[in-house]
C-alpha cells in the first residue's frame, strides 16, 4: 500500500514537466508560423500587381498600366478577355497593330489600344510570373455613341389650338441615352424615354414623345431633342425642327401719314399678320358707301383727292383660307393750313388807334404763320385787317382783358407801319367803326383744354403774343443800316468809273508834230515817219 503511494508521488512531478515542455514547444511552433505569415504578406504586397478600370467611347484610346512595388527579374504581361496576351514584357505577343508599347521596366508595364470598338469591352489581366503567379484585373467599359436623334411627327403644318404628337429617337447608345425636348430655350416635359435593345450588338434605342398643343405663338418656333449621353457632351447630339402653325390673320390699317389734309392724295393700308398671308382683301365704310373718288387696289385704298366728306370709319376684312380678320381706322381730313400753326385765341393789339361804335363785335382771333400766309380765325367771321408775319409778328398783351382804344379816325396801324409810312392816311369813311370791347365771358384758353386733331395739337398760348415794343425799332434800324450801305456802295462805284475817263491822252508816235493842223498831217510831218505806211488815226471814245 505504501509502496503504491509512493510511486504515484514519483510519477506526478515527471508529468508536469512534460506538460510545461509541450506548452513551451507549442509556443515556439506558433510564433514561428505568426511570423512566417507576416513575412509571407509582405512579400505578397511587394509582388502583387496593381490596376486600375478604365472607359472610353467607341473609336476613342484606352491606356492600361501595370505596376509592382518589387521584382525579382519576373516579367510583366498584359492579357485581353479572351486571355490572349498582348505584351509580355517589351515583347508583342499579338498581332494587333490598334496596341502599342508605351512604357516596359521591371516594375511597369504600360500598353494602348486605340479605336476601340464594342467588342473591346471586359476584363483585362495583368500578371507578374513569380512564385506563384500573381495576377489584377482591370475592367474596361466601352460606351457607345449616341446617334443623332430624329424628330417625327410634324412635317405638315398644324392648325391653331389643335395637339400634336411629337417622336423622337435615337439608337446606337450603351448605356441607355436619356433624351430632352425644348421649344426655343424652354425645357418642356414629355413622357418617360422607352428604352428598347439592339439585336446583334449590345447597345440600345431610346424614344421619347411629347404632345403638344400649339398656339399662334408657336409659329416658327424651335423645337429641339437633345441627346445626353456620358460619352458625349452635352449639346452635341441635338436636332431642331421649326413649328409650323396655321392662324387666321390678324388685322390693322396702316394710314399714309397722320395728317391727311383736303386735296392731298393719300392711301390706307390693310396689313394682316397670318401664316398663310392674307390675300384677300375687302374695304367698306361705316354707316354709307365708299367715297366717289376712293379705289380699292388689294390691301390699299387709294383716295385721289381727300375731302371733309371723306371723315370716317373704315374697315378692312382680309381672309387667308384659315380664317378673317377685321381692322378699321377713323380719318379726319384737316383743312389746308399749316400743321405748325399757332391759333391765337386773344386779339393782338395790331392798332395804335382806331375808331369804334357801340355795335361793332370784340376783336376775332387772328392766325400767325411763318409761310408769309392769312387765314381768318375759325371761330370769328368778322373781317378785320390783319398783319402778315412774314419775319416777326408784334403780338402782346393780356388774354383775358382788352385795352379801351378812344376812337380815332385814322386807319388802324401798327407801329412797323408807322414808322415806314408816318404820312399814310386814309378817309375816315375807310375805316371800320368798333366799339371797346368787354372782358371775354369764358375763360382764357390754355394748351390742355385744346382738342386733338388726327395727332396734331394746336395750341393756343397766350404769352407767344407778349414781345418788347423794341422789334420793330430793330428791325427799321436794319433795314436802314442796309440800304445806306448799298447806297455808299453805288456811290464809289461810280466816283471811281467817272475818274477812269477823264483827262488828257498823250501818244508819242507823231513827236514834234504838235503844229500840225491836223492828225494826218501830224503823222505824215512826224520825226521819223516811214511813207508807204498804213496811215495810222487814233480817236477818243
Avoid at 401719314?257 to 394682316?272: I, T
Amino acid at each position: 500500500m505504501s509502496v503504491t503511494r509512493a510511486r504515484d508521488s514519483m510519477a506526478f512531478p515527471s508529468i508536469q514537466r512534460s506538460a510545461f515542455r509541450a506548452l513551451v514547444a507549442f509556443t515556439v511552433l506558433l510564433a514561428t508560423s505568426v511570423r512566417s505569415n507576416d513575412v509571407n504578406n509582405n512579400d505578397e504586397e511587394l509582388f502583387q500587381p496593381v490596376t486600375q478600370d478604365e472607359t472610353v467611347a467607341v473609336g476613342g484610346t484606352v491606356t492600361l498600366t501595370c505596376n509592382v512595388k518589387e521584382n525579382d527579374n519576373s516579367s510583366l504581361q498584359w492579357s485581353n478577355t479572351a486571355q490572349q496576351t498582348l505584351y509580355f514584357g517589351e515583347q508583342r505577343a499579338l498581332r494587333d497593330n490598334r496596341i502599342q508599347l508605351v512604357k516596359s521596366t521591371a516594375t511597369e508595364l504600360i500598353i494602348t489600344i486605340a479605336n476601340v470598338q464594342l467588342s473591346d469591352d471586359g476584363d483585362y489581366t495583368c500578371s507578374i510570373f513569380t512564385m506563384p503567379v500573381r495576377t489584377a484585373r482591370a475592367t474596361v467599359t466601352v460606351l457607345g455613341v449616341p446617334g443623332k436623334p430624329v424628330i417625327t411627327g410634324f412635317e405638315d403644318a398644324v392648325q391653331e389650338d389643335s395637339k400634336v404628337i411629337l417622336t423622337c429617337t435615337s439608337s446606337g447608345s450603351k448605356p441607355p441615352a436619356k433624351l430632352h425636348w425644348y421649344r426655343d430655350n424652354e425645357e418642356l416635359q414629355g413622357r418617360p424615354d422607352v428604352v428598347e435593345s439592339n439585336p446583334d450588338e449590345p447597345t440600345y434605342t431610346v424614344t421619347s414623345e411629347l404632345t403638344l398643343t400649339v398656339t399662334r405663338n408657336d409659329n416658327n418656333a424651335m423645337i429641339a431633342c437633345v441627346v445626353d449621353h456620358p460619352s458625349i457632351a452635352n449639346g452635341d447630339k441635338k436636332t431642331e425642327q421649326p413649328l409650323s402653325v396655321l392662324f387666321s390673320p390678324s388685322i390693322w390699317i396702316q394710314p399714309e401719314s397722320d395728317l391727311p389734309r383736303e386735296a392731298e392724295k393719300f392711301y390706307l393700308q390693310c396689313v394682316g399678320n397670318g401664316n398663310p398671308e392674307p390675300t384677300a382683301f375687302e374695304w367698306e365704310k361705316k354707316d354709307g358707301e365708299l367715297p366717289p373718288l376712293a379705289k380699292v387696289d388689294g390691301a390699299f385704298l387709294r383716295f385721289e383727292s381727300l375731302n371733309k366728306s371723306d371723315n370716317g370709319v373704315y374697315r378692312c376684312q382680309a381672309d387667308n383660307g384659315i380664317g378673317k380678320g377685321e381692322g378699321s381706322y377713323t380719318l379726319l381730313v384737316q383743312d389746308l393750313r399749316d400743321p405748325d400753326l399757332l391759333i391765337l385765341s386773344s386779339p393782338p393789339p395790331l392798332f395804335h388807334s382806331s375808331s369804334v361804335s357801340p355795335t361793332s363785335p370784340p376783336y376775332p382771333s387772328i392766325s400767325a404763320s411763318t409761310e408769309g400766309k392769312t387765314y381768318p380765325s375759325p371761330s370769328s367771321s368778322t373781317s378785320v385787317p390783319t398783319f402778315t408775319q412774314s419775319i416777326t409778328s408784334t403780338l402782346a398783351p393780356s388774354p383775358t382783358t382788352f385795352p379801351s382804344l378812344p376812337p380815332s379816325p385814322e386807319i388802324p396801324t401798327t407801329s412797323f407801319s408807322n414808322a415806314l409810312f408816318p404820312d399814310l392816311s386814309l378817309p375816315p369813311s375807310s375805316v371800320p367803326a368798333h366799339t371797346p370791347p368787354s372782358p371775354p365771358l369764358s375763360p382764357p384758353v390754355t394748351p390742355s383744354s385744346v382738342p386733338q386733331l388726327n395727332g396734331v395739337y394746336t395750341f393756343t398760348d397766350p404769352t407767344v403774343m407778349s414781345t418788347p415794343s423794341g422789334v420793330d425799332h430793330a428791325v427799321i434800324g436794319g433795314v436802314v443800316a442796309v440800304i445806306v450801305f448799298i447806297m455808299l456802295c453805288l456811290l464809289i462805284v461810280l466816283g471811281r468809273y467817272l475818274i477812269r475817263h477823264k483827262g488828257t491822252y498823250l501818244t508819242h508816235e507823231a513827236k514834234g508834230s504838235d503844229d500840225a493842223p491836223d492828225a494826218d498831217t501830224a503823222i505824215i510831218n512826224a520825226e521819223g515817219g516811214h511813207s508807204g505806211v498804213d496811215d495810222k488815226k487814233e480817236y477818243f471814245i
